[in-house]
Nanobody, 125 residues
Framework: VQLQASGGGLVQAGGSRRLSCSAS????????VAWFRRAPGKAREFVSA????????YYGDFVKGRFTISRDNDKKLVYLQMNSLQPEDTAVYYC???????????????????WGQGTLVTVSS
C-alpha cells in the first residue's frame, strides 16, 4: 500500500487542523493506520492509530482528548482532526500502515512497513 499525507500548514495556538492520509492499493481495510510525528530535534513519537477491521482507536498520552482519528475504508482515507493545537505540536506528521497489526504494537513505529512522506504542521504562539 502507498500512503500520502496532506493537510499540514500554519495554524495559530488554540486552532485546529485536519490531516488526511490517502492510501492506494488493495486490502486497505486490513491495515492498522497510524500517525506519528517528529518535532525538531526530537525523536519520532506515536500520535494515534486506528485498527484494521473494527476501527478501534488509540492515542498517545499527550493528546489528552484534543485529537480524533477516523477512517473511511471506502475512500481509503484516514483523518486526524487536531484541536486546541499548541506550539509544542509543531512537527512533521507521518502516516504509516501495517497489515493485521497486533494490538500490543500499535504505538511502535518499527512494526509499520508503509510510510507516507510527511506533512508539516506549524503552530504559532
Amino acid at each position: 500500500v502507498q500512503l500520502q499525507a496532506s493537510g499540514g500548514g500554519l495554524v495559530q495556538a488554540g486552532g485546529s487542523r485536519r490531516l488526511s492520509c490517502s492510501a492506494s492499493g488493495r486490502g486497505f481495510i486490513n491495515y492498522t493506520v497510524a500517525w506519528f510525528r517528529r518535532a525538531p530535534g526530537k525523536a519520532r513519537e506515536f500520535v494515534s492509530a486506528v485498527k484494521y477491521g473494527v476501527g478501534t482507536t488509540y492515542y498517545g498520552d499527550f493528546v489528552k482528548g484534543r485529537f480524533t482519528i477516523s477512517r473511511d475504508n471506502d475512500k481509503k482515507l484516514v483523518y486526524l482532526q487536531m484541536n486546541s493545537l499548541q506550539p509544542e505540536d509543531t512537527a512533521v506528521y507521518y502516516c504509516a500502515a501495517a497489515s493485521f497489526l497486533h494490538d500490543d504494537y500499535y504505538s511502535a513505529d518499527r512494526y509499520y512497513n508503509f510510510w507516507g512522506q510527511g506533512t508539516l504542521v506549524t503552530v504559532s504562539s
